[in-house]
T-cell receptor, first 114, second 113 residues
């Protein structure tokens, strides 16, 4: 089983719909992240959370919201989806302990908004 | 603070050659650096981390760090077609990005049989 699980893996929906992407992890990490990736633009940080009570905006948070339901679960919502939110979305985790902590990524959710 | 620069490529090398991927960064305080490999449509996969000046070797991969020149590189020896992917360089965030990673946009590597 994957350590970082994202659901759904693929989603096609219409403009204006509310969408939730879910991420769960079994790594026991405190820190969780949501990124989007568009061709040629690299990874862009949407939101991140260092523990259940700590939620922070990333560089492109407009149009998105998140919920950290538990240490192991971090959900990303698009309240009213628009076509330019079509992208590949990744959840990642990292350990809180000390410096030099890499991030570990889920398999991604491919989201298409028509 | 998005100053991790990579040549987007594509970098094309023949099978069996050494592929050299380069990354520069602008924050002198950065201490930790990471290389990820990402196949098309897949998630980034950590392949190397480096924290100290000098070389770090792991199998066919060698990471090189020069903090004075603000330069980190990844060498892939005996390149294989299966190494064809985009390679992302990342550094530890500082200040307002403490605890995050700052990613470059990646270099696309193509290894020709």
């Amino acid at each position: 089983d994957a350590d970082v699980t994202q659901t759904p893996r693929n989603r096609i929906t219409k403009t204006g719909k509310r969408i939730m992407l879910e991420c769960s992890q079994t790594k026991g990490h405190d820190r969780m992240y949501w990124y989007r990736q568009d061709p040629g633009l690299g990874l862009q940080l949407i939101y991140y959370s260092f523990d259940v009570k700590d939620i922070n905006k990333g560089e492109i948070s407009d149009g998105y919201s998140v919920s950290r339901q538990a240490q192991a679960k971090f959900s990303l919502s698009l309240e009213s989806a628009i076509p330019n939110q079509t992208a590949l979305y990744f959840c990642a985790t990292s350990d809180l302990g000390g410096r030099n902590q890499p991030q570990h990524f889920g398999d991604g959710t491919r989201l298409s908004i028509l | 603070q998005k100053e991790v620069e990579q040549n987007s490529g594509p970098l094309s090398v023949p099978e069996g050659a050494i592929a050299s991927l380069n990354c520069t960064y602008s924050d002198r305080g950065s201490q930790s650096f990471f290389w990820y490999r990402q196949y098309s449509g897949k998630s980034p996969e950590l392949i190397m981390s480096i924290y100290s000046n000098g070389d770090k070797e792991d199998g066919r991969f060698t990471a090189q760090l020069n903090k004075a020149s603000q330069y980190v590189s990844l060498l892939i020896r005996d390149s294989q077609p299966s190494d064809s992917a985009t390679y992302l360089c990342a550094r530890e965030g500082k200040g307002g990005s403490q605890g995050n990673l700052i990613f470059g946009k990646g270099t696309k590597l193509s290894v020709k049989p």
